[in-house]
């Protein structure tokens, strides 16, 4: 029986896992955490019977304990409570399903507690890479990328010798607004931009898929967990979503990782690494592609990616200030409380306005993230 937590488990990646263990029967769930979806929570906890389960706020915690009173079952809050379900002592894996920076410091626990961490939640290995990967090292404990891109590329290297990886070509969709100007964009709405074409996601991701600001995180993220330079990451658009990314060795050989959009397949690999399940679920059916195509991206019109190269060759802090200034302004953008451009906007004025700190500790990281907030907050 393998046990695992997940951090986030009433959303898209935590839902979609739960699916996951449906099908397995040799996977059993610990610990489970998510922010204010009780109802949810609780049809959960009476499926999966986890010994413990953590609400973001004490109030939804009461009300789950009242719901869930005639099971054994340990609720609790906050932070702490967070810490307490990526360190649940029966588990092997945590599964990181939360969004934004807040998966910092239970991923870091866990990490310590000698969990393999199945990695959905990449905003903490964008600004806390540097962290994170030598913890890694030090704990004896895997990193294993749930994200589609991610897991393409790492069954790409497979057997391969790391050193020998000359370039990687993360794919992208280039989401609902590709081939739009900037003039087009001026105007569009929430309900234009959490229109995704091919895949089915949360709303900050699937925002941050529009602004191509997704795919930025994506290269810090590859740019860590695969140990190259940031410019020996390409970014290719390849509209029908077909291939999941690819990897250039030094010989001229290119490996992809090719199959349907379903983010089930990257979570079971990294469930069961090194090992391959059966997964129920449609086929590629090459005889009925009727082409895969690829384009390069306009990183005028989607500003948000060069800005993310800016942020990952500089590194320190910068990233955190990237990624902060993101979740700000998707936040408002979502509220409709700004334009769909000031996205981009408030990424490159936080990131201008801020003094780097080259190698940021947990504390400077979570300092560099709330300066950022109130930087933007005073001038918006
Ligand atoms: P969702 O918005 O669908 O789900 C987020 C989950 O986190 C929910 O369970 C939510 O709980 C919970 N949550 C939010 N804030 C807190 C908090 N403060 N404390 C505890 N739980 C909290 O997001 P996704 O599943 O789309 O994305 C999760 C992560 O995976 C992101 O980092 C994203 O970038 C990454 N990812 C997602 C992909 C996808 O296909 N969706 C693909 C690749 C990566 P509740 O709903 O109960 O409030
Ligand atoms: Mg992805």
Redesign the pocket.
């Known amino acids: 029986m393998r046990k695992i937590a997940i951090?986030?488990?009433?959303?898209?990646?935590?839902t979609q896992t739960l699916e996951v263990v449906e099908h397995n029967k040799d996977l059993q769930v610990s610990a489970l955490?998510?922010?204010?979806?009780v109802r949810?929570?609780e049809q959960q906890i009476r499926r999966f019977r986890p010994a413990l389960a953590?609400m973001?706020e004490e109030t939804k915690a009461k009300e789950l304990r009242e719901l869930t009173a005639d099971i054994d079952v340990r609720i609790v809050s906050g932070m702490e409570g967070?810490v307490e379900v990526a360190t649940e002592p029966q588990s092997e894996v945590l599964v990181t399903?939360?969004?934004?920076m807040?998966g910092i410091r239970p991923t870091i626990a866990a990490m310590e507690a000698g969990k393999d961490i199945a990695l959905?939640?990449?905003?903490t290995l964008v600004t806390a890479g540097h962290i994170i990967m030598p913890l890694a090292k030090e704990k004896g404990v895997r990193i294993l990328p749930?994200?589609?891109e991610h897991s393409a590329i790492f069954q790409c290297l497979n057997g391969e010798e790391p050193r020998t990886v000359h370039k990687i070509l993360l794919t992208a969709s280039g989401g609902p607004f590709r081939g739009r100007s900037l003039k087009e964009l001026a105007a569009v709405q929430v309900e234009d931009a959490l229109k995704h074409p091919n895949?089915s996601?949360?709303?900050?991701?699937t925002i941050d898929s529009s602004t191509m600001v997704?795919k930025g995180l994506e290269v810090m993220e590859a740019k860590w967990l695969f140990g190259v330079q940031m410019d020996q990451i390409q970014v290719v658009i390849q509209p029908q979503s077909v291939i999941h990314s690819m990897v250039e060795f030094e010989d001229g050989a290119v490996i992809a990782q090719l199959g349907t959009p379903d983010?089930k397949l990257p979570i079971q690999y990294a469930l069961y690494y090194p090992q391959r399940r059966y997964l129920p679920g449609e086929r590629l059916d090459f005889t009925k592609l009727k082409s895969i195509s690829f384009e390069t991206p306009d990183t005028e019109v989607f500003r948000g990616l060069a800005l993310a190269y800016e942020a990952g060759r500089q590194g320190g802090s910068l990233p955190t200030v990237y990624n902060a200034a993101n979740e700000y302004a998707v936040a408002l953008f979502l509220q409709r409380k700004i334009p769909y451009l000031t996205i981009q906007e408030m990424i490159a004025s936080a990131m201008k306005h801020h003094q780097v700190i080259a190698r940021p500790n947990v504390e400077e990281i979570l300092a560099a993230e709330q300066e950022t907030y109130e930087f933007l907050e005073s001038r918006w």
Not at 7 to 14: C, F, K, N, Q
Not at 33 to 37: I, T, V
Not at 97 to 100: E, F, R, S, T
């Open positions: 951090l986030g488990s009433t959303g898209s990646i935590g955490a998510a922010g204010s979806n949810l929570m953590c973001k967070l399903a939360i969004v934004g807040i959905a939640n990449k905003e749930v994200d589609s895949w996601m949360g709303r900050k991701i997704n983010m």
